[in-house]
């Protein structure tokens, strides 16, 4: 686990509060139209091409997602990230990187300064997904919150575009792939397992990718580190992550498309059994 994680409702209810203004949105394809399933379906996990090619879909439907490079991975792979904010914050991405820069520099800035730029700027939020490959979830979760966040129109989301520029970047691609393959290798989904995997989910350091950012020695971590500390200086930095026993219940929530799920989860989303059988029970979101 990483201690830079924060909790997904303490990141959306930190935002300030604004009125929201409607955002014309066009109809954008569903995972289950692109895949053929919805993420949290059981026994279903996306590969990194498959995200990619979704998300490049998105971006292109979507005026509220650009996509862009941050870099390659230790087996070649590009890492995309996700830029989610509204229409009219799309057109000042620069202003507002400046921003966050300057913000979190602090250099030849005074209170005053810093109090204008800081009401002109917007919540740059960075989350992530798939570090530790094997921790399924991560990345699943993410393909969701993209697709929610550029298709829901309900005054929640409108708000959150309008205040945030979130950063979505799936971190660890070649596990992703890997991992993905893998489970959906068996064609009785009642076989599939995240056990077994021939290698390392990251080429040199496997699991312990998430020790890297101290010396940034392999490419993943390079480019997001490039991305936190020279290019976009996010105010709030999620790492995701999943833990549990051994032989634990998966589960991830799937909610309604009209409801705000991600401050009323509890009475609002149902859970959906993800992996595989075994004792106790949890969840990450
Ligand atoms: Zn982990």
Known sequence: MNRRRLHLTSILVAVSLFAATAVAQTKVTSPKEQLGFNFGDDYQLAN??????????????????????????????????????????????????????????????????????????????????????????????????????????????????????LLATPVNPDGLELVSNWYMREQDPMKRSTNGLPRLYQKYVGHDNNRDFYMSNQPETEAINRVFFHDWFPQIVYNHHQTGPVESIWWARRCTADSSPRTNRARRCDPARHTRPGGTAGFAQ
């Not at 509220?64 to 229409?87: C, D, N, Q, S």
């Open 48 to 165: 990194y091409t498959q995200l990619v090619d979704y998300w490049k879909k998105l971006a292109g439907q979507s005026d509220r997602m650009k996509l862009v490079e941050i870099g390659k991975t230790a087996e070649g792979r590009t890492m995309v990230m996700a830029i989610i904010t509204a229409p009219e914050n799309h057109k000042k991405l620069d202003r507002y990187k400046e921003i966050a820069r300057r913000l979190a520099s602090a250099e030849g800035l005074t209170d005053d300064q810093a109090r204008t730029l800081a009401a002109e700027g917007k919540a740059v939020i960075w989350i992530d997904g798939g570090l530790h490959a094997t921790e399924v979830l991560g990345a699943q979760q993410l393909l969701e919150l993209v697709y929610q966040m550029v298709s829901m129109n309900d005054p929640e989301t409108l708000r959150i575009l309008k205040d945030v520029i």
